[in-house]
């Protein structure tokens, strides 16, 4: 014959000895959990025949769990009875408000509560008188809307305190680039806020745009493994170097791969150097296959190039140059839509932040 499951949702280790050793001695199987989460847990791996639960309970209040497991149409018939030591005016109503079957109170004698239990399980239910009804179901709903109100704002707490974290992530990376390699110290920066500038133009909305910031700040972060001493001499570099320099995308992506929660970015670091009719690297997409976004940062990071020089190349362009530049290399190197962004920032005088400060970039984005 198969025994009788109880599952007791109590948070106090005392109450919950000494309600088993009173089950027990009745014969029941007895299943315990310590707060609201892990009983509806509990509850689903051992499927007892009857719950329960304490009203003054963490996580999830005895209140809620009831409504919650309630909710399971494995426990619709399933007698939940609430225990309480605090039985305050309106807590039975209220516990039957939220899905209760029962109502028992604190100390507990054990032949009543054998009888009571007892009770419960050949069908006894409590309901709740008709004057009583609808007045405590009304507090009950505004005792769940309130909880859930709080639960969303720590909810927005949490996903801000993942943000700063990510941010400081992003750039504790950018910054040791910056130190390896000062000859384009800012340049992270720099492309950060034209790619901003570009977006916002672009009308993307805010997600999309503190993509692009963390993509096009990490964009270069692969060659902070990569020995850059070839960098900083004179003169062009050889094919050997430029094997080298080539490699920084994959690496960087590899780098930010345990980071998936950065996805999207990772693509973009992946793929800063691909070229809109294909002949760029590492994998050569072209076109549609490239996401807008790291066309955005792609484009941000030549106008860069262009106006800061490197070593191996001093030269650098003025803003006319620039915009021709990229009337010149419109869906052969840039997405054309992008590059008509940047020849209209040009010449509307609106490119951001060409001074090369060093300033920490502001990982905020308005849309
Ligand atoms: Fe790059």
Not at 22 to 33: K, M, P, S, T, Y
Not at 37 to 48: T, Y
Not at 50 to 62: K, S
Not at 99 to 124: H, M, N, Q, Y
Request: proline share 4%; glycine share 8%.
């Amino acid at each position: 014959m198969q025994t009788t499951r109880i599952l007791y949702i109590e948070d106090s280790p005392n109450s919950r000895l000494l309600i088993r050793r009173i089950l027990e001695r009745d014969g029941f199987e007895v299943h315990e959990a310590e707060d609201g989460v892990s009983g509806i847990e509990k509850a689903k791996a051992v499927r007892p025949d009857l719950i329960l639960v304490d009203m003054h309970i963490p996580e999830l209040d005895g209140f809620a769990t009831a409504t919650r497991l309630k909710g399971f149409p494995q426990f619709r018939e399933t007698p939940i009875v609430a225990i309480t030591g605090k039985a305050a005016e309106g807590v039975r109503e209220r516990a039957l408000s939220a899905g209760c079957d029962g109502f028992l109170t604190k100390p507990v004698f054990s032949k009543e509560f054998s009888r009571r239990i007892a009770g419960f399980l050949g069908g006894e239910r409590e309901t709740l008188e008709p004057w009583a009804g609808s007045g405590y179901l009304k507090e009950y709903s505004r005792h769940l809307v309130d909880q859930l109100a709080d639960s969303r704002q720590q909810l927005h707490e949490h996903g801000q305190q993942m943000e700063n974290m990510c941010n400081g992530i992003i750039w504790s990376l950018t910054n040791a680039l910056d130190q390896k390699d000062p000859y384009t110290a800012g340049h992270s920066a720099r492309v950060t806020q034209l790619a901003l500038a570009i977006g916002r133009r672009m009308g993307l909305g805010s997600e999309d745009l503190m993509t692009v910031a963390r993509g096009a700040q990490l964009h270069d972060v692969g060659k902070v493994v990569i020995d850059l001493g070839f960098i900083n001499k004179p003169g062009k570099l050889s094919d050997k170097e430029w094997g080298l320099m080539k490699k920084h995308p994959s690496i960087g992506a590899s780098i930010l791969a345990p980071l998936c929660f950065l996805h999207r970015e990772i693509q973009i670091v992946a793929h800063h150097h691909e070229r809109w009719e294909g002949r760029g690297y590492p994998d050569g997409l072209a076109g549609e296959e490239l996401d807008l976004l790291t066309c955005i940062v792609s484009a941000a990071d030549s106008f860069d190039a262009m106006t800061s020089g490197r070593c191996y190349r001093p030269e650098t362009m003025d803003l006319a140059t620039v915009a021709h530049e990229f009337e010149r290399c419109r869906g052969t190197q840039f997405h054309p839509d992008v590059a008509d962004i940047v020849v209209n920032l040009i010449t509307k005088n609106e490119v951001p932040c060409l001074a090369k400060a060093m300033a920490k970039p502001s990982l905020t984005v308005v849309a």
